[in-house]
């Protein structure tokens, strides 16, 4: 399956999930706050509000995964995995919102205990039957979530299992009105009032270290450092970012090769590295490597010798040989310059040239504090 349609299957079964959990919800919503009106529970007024709110995160949930799923553009060349996100913290500030007027409008009600009405023993059916439902979506939700790798669905998975729970409450405080506690129904209320904001804020903090590009979990890099050290070629690391986008990691990773491997054998080793982080994790969805011949954090505190500042230099030390130089290689190793200049093989048959050449290179090394070492090679 190519990698395409892995990303249009998923957003597949996001969506029904999605689907499947907005009809049973707006079921739910109905029957908790009609019923809950009718055989006046506060409690099932009140988890019939969380049922609603189990409606919001579906229709944000589709609405996200619509947007999230596109594919990168000019604008966006990470995608728009960030819009599951987005539709996370909303979802969280909804939340809290909901939560926070329940709980403030039952304990006004509380101010006048006389007042507060008595359930019907018929709203325990629809209490127990709101339990099995909720459980049942929890798992076929949880299920699709570890299947696609979604943050923002397994979120709501949880927001399922948490109406499950609230019914719970639900279902002994009107339990306990009906054995005789008549201020049962609006603790239980309150309860699930303050479950509702618990699990905003939750989703807000979530969503607000993914915006703030949080790292991956400590135990998650341990992995990765470890499977990049599994590349050959690889001699060290020492530099490894990672941030998480949706469901997705990106990874920044600065290795170590041997320094004297030619470029295209270390962007060979990039690649390498890349490609198999990509393979080994399924939420890595993108690797940049950057290759290093050391570790030069802090090194070449001051600008370097670059290529057309050796030139110049090679151009007035071995003025001699000059236009016989086929080509120079330069090293940067230790906060210093090395030099390798190759010459054809006809000058080394000279003594009296290779003396000479020796003499200018010391020379260089001694005027030139950057450079600590100039190779003479002859091509043959």
Known sequence: MTKLSEIEQARKLKARASYVGAAINVTQTLLKIGFGLLWQSSALIADGVHSLSDLLSDFLVIVAVKMGSREADYEHPYGHRRFETIA???????LLIIGGGIAWSVMKRMEQPEHLATPDVMSLGVVVLSILVNEWLYHYTKRIAKITRSKLLLANAWHQRSDAISSVVVLFGIGAVLLGYPLADAIAAIVVALMV????????????????????????????????????????????????????????AHIIVDPRITVSEGHSISD???????????????????????????????????????????EQYLADVQPFIEDFKIHYLDGQVEIEVILPFALSESVEQLAQLKTQCEQLKTDVKQINNVLIFFKI
């Open 88 to 94: 996370t913290v909303i979802l969280g500030i909804s």
């Open 197 to 252: 904001v618990k699990i905003g804020f939750n989703l807000i903090m979530q969503g607000i270290k993914e915006l703030v590009d949080t790292a991956l979990p400590p135990s998650k890099l341990a992995e990765i450092r470890a499977a990049i050290f599994d590349i050959e070629g690889v001699e060290g690391i020492h530099l490894l970012r990672s941030r998480q986008m949706g469901e997705d990691a990106l990874i920044d």
């Open 272 to 314: 390498a590295v890349r490609d198999e982080l990509i393979s080994r994790f399924d939420d890595v969805m993108d690797v940049l490597v950057h290759v290093d011949a050391e570790n030069d954090e802090g090194l070449f505190e001051k600008s370097p010798l670059y290529r057309r500042d050796v030139k110049v230099l090679l």
